[in-house]
């Protein structure tokens, strides 16, 4: 009966992870109790034959099927000792019986779980300490479960042998707990999991680097790196979607390679670890990444593909996760800047600590920050507003050149978005101090165009795809200009306002709610402002035009909810036809 019992358990194991790569036999059960009650050879017998018989009917290899029931039957053998050494035990003696059971459970479950981590620490060169406290961690619980279990079928069965009938209902409890469980945790996994690489995603970065800040409170320190693919886009342009999946995913699979559970995706093309090591370490990380990752996508792109990263240390660089997300960032775009595909340790240019830091406030110097930002939106009206005169007295040529430049386009449309914006942020129940930000990320928006050739700016037709480039840096060099300053979140609306809500938007693709909500806020504005005004590619539309198109692309390119807020707003307001009257503005 308990043979029969155990090749069944054996035929139907139940999975201890949520991919199903581990299993657990309740064949343990039959096979302790067994032991106790008809002697260690009927022990081995049934383990051996059990899992050999069912893993052979599930066609596994043949070597597999013998190391499977020379496992189990090492680990009875040895489950055995403490019964021998005890000697029998009488029938009413339920505390020996139990010890018995108990020690020789825990010497199979040690045994097998030892064989079995042996066997693939030495096959894929993992450390098999690491590999049996993991097994462990999984297979432990269950294992001590249904101990218990093997002792009640001892009692059972020498007090009637068709009362052992009764373990069906712990057993089918047991399994039906263990599956539950592992559908909870399923979900769980799926919730802190990208779908597309399997890393862990940014809520679970998040969560992780929260407990790394509160695990650092009392010593010791650990790193971010920020990585990221050069000109991702070009990759999704050239070659397809699916083949900037199977890039994404080469990324990913070279940062599980080298540093195992430590890999995040946060969105687009941009990926995050979180490493207990020093700054010299990580780089020499991020090196190795780069090497592996080229390995993988020359299979993939017939041209090179490179990533950059950005490393900065809590607490050497910051004292907060804001702030580390903001220096390592910083350091990213250094490494871009220092012609990509290479890694940067925030500081290590020379670069002086932002001044907050340098003088020991935990609170940033916002008013000194904002009347800078103020002062950059004064020059740029400055520029935008000289007159002819102004201009000619403004005497070199290289600012005449940059005045020319943004008079041929309109100043009022940056102040135009300004105030739509606010308005909006106002309706959806924005603080006052977040709507001066929000304000000032709207005038600024696009100061990066200062870098875009006159030629691009008012081209009249579509642009070609490297005027399409240049026009898509100004939002980078609108963030370079900008970061310095340290007003947080100012640099980041910026940098992010061409992101669209599907994830197709630039500079790094961010999608949903991983835009920042003032750079989405911005978007929206700045798009309705430019379908409402006078274009050199083409003429301007009406508010229900304008409000239909925004519609139209509302959940792919646009937030739902603020162009939802963007029709009320226009639907209560008396006085939108001023709109109309706006000159002339940028192309967007």
């Not at 039957?73 to 021998?84: E, F, G, K, V």
């Not at 045994?111 to 981590?117: D, K």
């Not at 406290?133 to 009640?152: E, K, T």
């Not at 539309?541 to 909810?561: C, K, N, W, Y």
Request: glycine share 6%.
């Amino acid at each position: 009966m308990f043979f029969c019992f155990a090749i069944l358990a054996e035929w139907r194991p139940v999975p201890i992870d949520p991919a199903g790569k581990r299993l657990v036999s309740l064949a343990f059960v039959f096979i302790i109790s067994s032991q106790l009650l008809f002697g260690w050879e009927w022990s081995v017998l049934t383990g051996a034959t059990a899992i050999g018989l069912a893993t052979a009917f599930a066609r596994v290899p043949l070597f597999k099927v013998i190391f499977n029931s020379s496992t189990y039957a090492i680990a009875a053998s040895l489950a055995a000792l403490p019964s021998l050494v005890s000697g029998n035990v009488s029938e009413r003696a339920y505390e020996r019986l139990a010890g018995s059971v108990f020690a020789g459970g825990a010497i199979f479950v040690f045994a097998n779980v030892m064989l079995v981590c042996i066997a693939i620490g030495l096959s894929s060169g993992s450390s098999i300490l690491a590999v049996f406290r993991d097994h462990l961690r999984y297979s432990g619980p269950i294992f001590g479960i249904m101990i218990f279990v093997a002792v009640q079928a001892v009692i059972f069965w020498r007090l009637s042998a068709p009362l052992v009938i009764l373990l069906s209902a712990p057993l089918f409890a047991l399994t039906l707990y263990q599956r539950s469980s592992l559908r909870h945790r399923a979900a769980e996994e799926a919730a802190t999991t990208d779908s597309l690489t399997g890393l862990k995603n940014r809520r679970a970065f998040e969560e992780d680097a929260a407990a790394a800040l509160v695990a650092t409170q009392a010593g010791g320190s650990f790193a971010l790196c920020l990585i990221d693919i050069d000109d991702f886009k070009h990759v999704n342009d050239r070659h397809g979607h699916l083949t900037g999946d199977a890039v994404l995913e080469a990324v990913a699979r070279a940062i599980e390679q080298t540093t195992p559970g430590c890999g995040y995706r946060l969105g687009g093309d941009e990926f995050a670890l979180l490493l207990q090591r020093s700054a010299d370490d990580v780089a020499a990380i991020a090196t190795a990444l780069r090497r592996l990752f080229t390995t993988h996508q020359r299979e993939l792109v017939p041209e090179p593909v490179t990533i950059s990263a950005g490393i900065a240390l809590f607490p050497d660089h910051a004292r907060d996760l804001h702030s580390l997300k903001k220096r390592a960032d910083m350091a990213l775009y250094q490494s871009k800047s220092d012609g990509r595909a290479c890694s940067t340790v925030y500081g290590e240019d020379g670069r002086e600590p932002d001044p907050a830091d340098a003088l020991g406030f935990d609170v940033p110097l916002f008013d000194s920050r904002i009347v800078t930002a103020r002062r950059i939106a004064s020059l740029v009206d400055a520029f935008s507003d000289a007159s002819a005169e102004a201009r000619g007295t403004l005497g070199p040529t290289i600012y005449t050149d940059v005045l020319d430049r943004w008079r041929s386009v309109d100043a009022n449309h940056s102040h135009a978005v300004a105030v739509l914006a606010v308005a909006l942020a106002r309706r959806m129940g924005v603080q006052e101090d977040e709507l001066e930000q929000i304000r000032l990320a709207a005038l600024l928006h696009d100061v990066g165009k200062i870098a875009v050739p006159e030629s691009i700016l008012s081209k009249p037709g579509p642009l070609s795809d490297t005027e399409r480039k240049l026009m898509e840096r100004h939002a980078v060099i609108g963030f370079e200009l900008l970061r310095d300053i340290g007003l947080s979140p100012v640099d980041m609306y910026v940098l992010h306002h061409h992101e669209q809500w599907a994830g197709t938007g630039y500079p790094h693709g961010l999608a949903g709610a991983e835009i920042p909500f003032g750079s989405r806020l911005i978007h929206v504005a700045d798009a309705f402002h430019a379908l409402t005004s006078d274009r050199a590619y083409r003429r301007p539309v009406s508010i229900e035009t304008a409000m239909h198109e925004l519609r139209v692309e509302s959940g792919r390119q646009f937030d739902p909810s603020i162009v939802s807020a963007l029709h009320d707003h226009f639907a209560e307001s008396a006085t939108t036809t001023r709109i109309r009257e706006l000159k002339p503005a940028w192309s967007s």
